[in-house]
Nanobody, 122 residues
Framework: QVQLVESGGGLVQAGGSLRLSCAAS????????MGWFRQAPGKEREFVAV????????YYANSVKGRFTISRDNAKNTVYLQANSLKPEDTAVYYC???????????????WGQGTQVTVSS
């Protein structure tokens, strides 16, 4: 079992940057692949990025590739999402999630945080 708590969201101007963090409890964090998802008002929750349990493999949605970077520190039980060159369309609640599967589908993720709001103004 793992519990997740996101932080780092906020209001930023277009072109700015934010670093989101997701702190996990439990000694099993290092066994999970970790994903970031986001949900804008009136839209479905969508995949953003995933990193494998060791941190050696990553995968991104086309919409964020080249602008966002996912990373993790297993010693600190934390996964990060560095978001650069932010656009108004990046505005959403961002969630981290844990899965034993390598997946971009939210249905494959068993544990979720409560989310952190990111708002990008134009």
């Amino acid at each position: 079992q793992v519990q997740l708590v996101e932080s780092g969201g906020g209001l930023v101007q277009a072109g700015g940057s934010l670093r989101l963090s997701c702190a996990a409890s439990g000694r099993t964090f290092r066994n999970y692949n970790m994903g970031w998802f986001r949900q804008a008002p009136g839209k479905e929750r969508e995949f953003v990025a995933v990193i494998d349990s060791s941190g050696s493999s990553t995968y991104y949605a086309n919409s964020v590739k080249g602008r966002f970077t996912i990373s993790r520190d297993n010693a600190k039980n934390t996964v990060y999402l560095q978001a650069n060159s932010l656009k108004p369309e990046d505005t959403a609640v961002y969630y981290c999630a844990a899965s034993f599967l390598w997946s971009t589908s939210r249905r494959d993720y068993d544990h979720w945080g409560q989310g952190t709001q990111v708002t990008v103004s134009s």
